[in-house]
């Protein structure tokens, strides 16, 4: 039985347990694109520093930074695509397990009520349950004693007498 409730537990999260793991892969992910990213970002900025350091004329040098520029641009719109369709792929991969969970969640919900459908209520003996030998306060005696307490008196209240009228001699 122990082992059956296990698994039944493990069946049930499955479906969070996948989701985890999806955005676990989708995280490693962008996260090495953007170490990648970075690493080369700062190798081609130093090797920008180096050349420009070298170059004598101010269009070599606006040539250069012209290169620079369109390279980088490239480099961050291929970084970005690439994050997009990893989060993307992320997203489809997400969607099906909860597309998935939401049907068998269905057909469970379904299977239930047909199960509940057949139950008859007039076959149900409910006199052989003593209900007046149920004592609650052994279950959980805190909550009837708090609930059987008499509530507490109110402090009576001392009324003020009104200022007397000074008089007119």
């Known amino acids: 039985m122990y082992n059956e409730m296990i698994n039944n537990f493990k069946a049930q999260m499955a479906p969070f347990t996948q989701m985890a793991t999806i955005n676990q892969k989708a995280v490693e992910k962008l996260v090495a694109i953007q170490q990648e990213a970075a690493t080369e970002l700062f190798n081609t900025g130093v090797a920008q520093a180096k050349a420009l350091v070298e170059v004598k004329e101010p269009r070599a040098a606006l040539d250069l930074q012209v290169a620079y520029f369109k390279n980088l641009e490239a480099k961050l719109t291929a970084v970005a695509e690439e994050e997009i369709t990893t ?62 307490k008499p509530a507490a008196k109110k402090p009576a209240t001392r009324k003020v007498a009104a200022p007397k009228a000074a008089s007119a001699e």
């Open 87 to 148: 989060l993307n792929t992320a997203r489809n991969e997400l969607t099906a397990v909860l597309e998935k969970s939401v049907a068998e969640m269905t057909e469970t919900a379904e299977k239930a009520m047909k199960d509940f459908g057949s139950f008859d209520a007039a076959a149900f003996d409910m006199s052989k349950f003593d209900l007046a030998k149920f004592d609650l306060s052994k279950v959980v005696p805190a909550f009837v004693a708090d609930a059987v």
